[in-house]
């Protein structure tokens, strides 16, 4: 059974869905309170320096943990359905994940929708990518990480680097990945009741802002549809009360059928990215160092 702090986040969570994201509320609104207003309330204190970066081609800043190893990063892409989200809402738990992998993250500001539709993304996940080549970082030394739409942006950006003929990173982390723009998945309907954090509709709507005129089908857009061959180990966490929840499952599937390999750790009673709720949540706070652990084994060339 999930711990009373859980159960507590996910009233929190529920919350969040009816006063902050429901699909009536005007997206300048839902980036006021994600990026400005709600980590004030959360976040537990910093955990690593903040170190603006420049010349990397996009808005971007370092979470440097005070006992980090040279020569390796995290390129962390926030979530937030392509349309809300930023350094300073994804902040905490990059930091948390920094320390537990115990190396510098990356985190970037990509453009976002509608202002900036696919494959702007896409585009800027590449660029950050390759400014860390130029900087010197090896790409077995790079871990790709995101949430949401950030880890299916994190199996674009891999997708995209694959199909140029460039280095791939050491591994990925995907939390909660959204893989499928079109919510095909059976869980989209299936866990509706159970998800306190996400619903169908604003997705739909963000997903729509995203593609614009393109296909939603596109690899680069729903990497659900593209080939996996070729693609470093994965690490997919995903909890038991999502609607994303088959996106996870049919990555993982379709990846491990590709001969990739996948570590699918779905957490029962759990919710739509609970890490960012640590260190308060215990089960967060777990999560955080299962993906530490991961990072450290795939910095070491132990997950292949």
């Avoid at 202002?115 to 900087?135: C, G, K, N, T």
Wanted: glycine residues 10%; neutral net charge.
């Amino acid at each position: 059974m999930p711990s009373y702090r859980a159960r507590l986040a996910k009233l929190i969570g529920r919350f969040n869905r009816k006063f902050v994201m429901a699909t009536f509320y005007p997206i300048s609104y839902q980036r006021f309170i994600t990026s400005e207003i709600a980590p004030r309330l959360i976040r537990p204190g910093a955990l690593c320096e903040c170190r603006p970066v420049s010349g990397c081609g996009v808005p971007a800043a370092w979470a440097v943990p005070t006992e980090a190893s040279d020569g390796r990063a995290i390129l962390y892409l926030h979530g937030g359905g392509y349309a809300i989200g930023s350094l300073s809402s994804h902040r905490s738990l990059v930091e948390q994940i920094a320390v537990a992998a115990g190396c510098p993250a990356l985190m970037i500001d990509y453009r976002l929708a509608p202002e900036s539709r696919f494959p702007a993304a896409v585009e800027d996940a590449i660029a950050a990518y390759e400014w860390l080549l130029s900087q010197g970082v090896e790409a077995q030394n790079i871990i790709i990480a995101g949430d949401s739409a950030g880890g299916g942006l994190s199996v674009a950006a891999m997708l995209s680097l694959r199909d140029s003929g460039r280095p791939l990173p050491a591994a990925a982390v995907l939390l909660s990945p959204w893989v499928d723009i079109e919510l095909s998945g059976g869980s989209v309907k299936g866990k509706a009741a159970e998800d306190p954090m996400l619903e169908a509709k604003g997705l739909s709507k963000w997903g729509r802002l995203y593609a614009g005129d393109s296909d939603p089908r596109d690899p680069l857009m729903s990497p659900i549809h593209a080939r996996l061959d070729g693609l470093p180990p994965m690490m997919i966490q995903v909890g038991s009360c999502e609607i994303l929840l088959d996106d996870s499952r049919r990555l993982a599937l379709r990846a491990a059928e590709a001969g990739v390999t996948v570590e699918l750790d779905i957490w029962d009673g759990m919710f739509h990215v609970w890490q960012a709720f640590s260190p308060f949540v215990p089960e967060s706070k777990a999560a955080i160092q299962k993906i530490g652990a991961f990072c450290r084994d795939a910095f070491a060339g132990c997950v292949s």
